[in-house]
């Protein structure tokens, strides 16, 4: 396949032509070329139409303009390239001297520097900056802009530009009286400023209004979790009065039980069932349209503890031991509120994991309690502030309840 660009063998760089390949060499002092197969890249911006010969000057459109999507045309713009010599003018008819059709040495041209500065400090690279002063006369900061505005979708805007080395520009005069230029450089400052600051403006825009979205959401979130929780709190209560209905069940047909083993042991007839009291009619009660009351803290309690029975049902002696310690530990709290020491406990000790910690319900009762978690969840804390002795007679009630009663937790 023909060669479809030179390469630079000293700094990689890929040229069209051996035209390229001569300034090439006079810019750089470099001389080893040799044909390569990588065409010169032709990436053209899909948002302006900007061409770009390297993914260098694609990087440099895209932080300077913010345009990020680049059509590759590269294939379709690529041709071999030929390698011969460009052809030397011929020779005048009155037989000139040959020399004269030599291939002048070609330099960059003299710019005014301090204009050039002022254009590479608001941000323009040299060579744009050096192309825009000698094409626009090297006359002001004005028109330099002007010229890159102008001809900002030229493909060769970005390289330097060369012309034959005795070729001498001389600067015309300013149109603008220094106090004007000064005034024109302030005002090219002033724009640049307030371009900036819109487009901060428009970007806090966007993240308060991000920030808005992500509150509406993270409110409806909680609301669903409420909802939820209300739910499933109504769902338990409907459980809970199943579960005493059934027990009061398995309690009368036990009573029948034992009723009837007592006469057959006294020798006595079978209870005739038709003579049997009939059941009491059952009473429907009366559903009040009143609203769903909150779960008292008390509740609450109550509702802990039998989910910890129930989540250790196998082992009673195990739930009965957590109910003891738990007591103990709001009893320590009631009688020495001041003692600090009853109203820390280390969440990693081995005895409160063994006896509380590590049955389901157990940390949760003492949060219901007051308790906090503090230090990285190392500890759970009681402030002084924050004890309330009606909160902790009544989870000890709770507690009594829940050892002494056998049916607590079945019924």
Not at 23 to 49: D, K, P, Q, R, Y
Not at 70 to 75: A, G, Q, S
Not at 122 to 138: D, E, H, I, K, W
Request: proline share 5%; with cysteine; hydrophobic share 35%.
């Amino acid at each position: 396949m023909a060669g479809l660009s030179l390469k630079c063998g000293d700094c990689g760089a890929l040229l069209r032509s051996v035209e390229e390949a001569q300034e090439h060499a006079e810019l750089t002092s470099h001389s080893n070329f040799s044909e390569s197969t990588e065409a010169v890249l032709n990436l053209i911006c899909t948002a302006c139409g900007k061409p770009c010969r390297s993914k260098t000057e694609s990087d440099l459109h895209t932080k300077r303009t913010g345009h990020t999507e680049f059509t590759d045309k590269t294939l379709e713009a690529a041709k071999p390239i030929s390698l011969e010599a460009p052809k030397v003018a011929a020779e005048s008819e009155d037989g000139g001297d040959a020399s004269a059709s030599k291939s002048e040495e070609m330099v960059v041209p003299e710019v005014n520097k301090s204009i050039l500065e002022e254009l590479e400090a608001m941000g323009f690279p040299t060579a744009r900056a050096t192309r825009a002063l000698y094409y626009s006369g090297n006359a002001s900061l004005e028109a330099a802009v002007n010229w890159v505005v102008e001809h900002e979708n030229d493909p060769e805007i970005d390289q330097m530009p060369l012309v034959p080395k005795d070729t001498k520009v001389e600067a015309p005069k300013p149109a603008l009286t220094p106090e004007q230029l000064k005034a024109k450089q302030q005002e090219l400052r002033e724009r640049a400023r307030k371009k900036k600051e819109e487009e901060e403006k428009l970007a806090e825009r966007e993240r308060e209004k991000e920030r808005i979205r992500i509150g509406k959401e993270l409110l409806e979130a909680k609301r669903m979790e409420e909802l939820n929780e209300r739910k499933r709190i109504l769902a338990l209560r409907k459980a809970e009065k199943e579960e005493e209905k059934r027990a009061r069940e398995k309690i009368r047909q036990k009573l029948e039980e034992d009723k009837a083993e007592r006469r057959r042991r006294l020798g006595l007839p079978a209870e005739d069932p038709s003579t049997a009291k009939p059941p009491a009619p059952v009473v429907e009660e009366k559903k009040l349209s009143l609203p769903v009351r909150p779960a008292s803290k008390a509740e609450q309690m109550r509702e802990c503890l039998r989910s910890l029975k129930s989540n250790h049902k196998e082992d009673d002696a195990k739930v009965k031991r957590a109910f003891q310690t738990l007591l103990t530990y709001v009893g320590n709290v009631v009688k020495n509120p001041d003692e600090e020491k009853f109203r820390k406990i280390r969440l990693s000790n081995q005895t409160f994991q063994d006896r509380v910690g590590a049955l389901r319900g157990g940390i949760e009762f003492l949060e219901l309690c007051g308790f906090e978690k503090i230090e990285g969840d190392e500890f759970l804390f009681l402030p002084r502030d924050k004890v309330d002795r009606a909160v902790l007679n009544s989870a000890g009630s709770e507690l009594d309840s829940a050892i002494k009663n056998p049916f607590f937790g079945v019924l």
